[in-house]
């Protein structure tokens, strides 16, 4: 059974970092691509950032560009996201899952980590 459990949120001040993690079981982790995505209520879940299965390459959105860093190992079964200077639109459920620049299809998700960004 896939599960991935997200941890590493929380109430940080605007320009501050996190880094969020990303636990995968129940499939062969080094197989696969990864991403993060996003979502705030109301709102559909957006993707943020990817990386490669077999070669690390990492891809972003625009919004995030510069800001966040995602990372893999495989070794752990363990995707991370790298979060600096947060910014008042970057509050949001985080959520990690299959797929490069979206999930993959039928994909199940996980509790998410909330990030809030508040002075």
């Known amino acids: 059974q896939v599960q991935l459990v997200e941890s590493g949120g929380g109430l940080v001040q605007p320009g501050a970092s996190l880094t969020l993690s990303c636990a995968a079981s129940?499939?062969?982790?080094?197989?696969?691509?990864m991403s993060w995505f996003r979502q705030t209520p109301g709102k559909a879940r957006e993707w943020v950032a990817g990386i490669g299965w077999s070669d690390d390459i990492t891809t972003y959105a625009d919004t995030v560009k510069g800001r966040f860093t995602i990372s893999r190992d495989d070794a752990k079964n363990t995707v991370y996201m790298q979060m600096k200077t947060l910014e008042p639109d970057d509050p949001a459920m985080y959520y990690c899952n299959r797929g490069y620049r979206s999930p993959i299809a039928g994909a199940n998700w996980g509790r998410g980590t909330q990030v809030t960004v508040s002075s």
């Open positions: 129940g499939f062969i982790f080094s197989n696969h691509d």
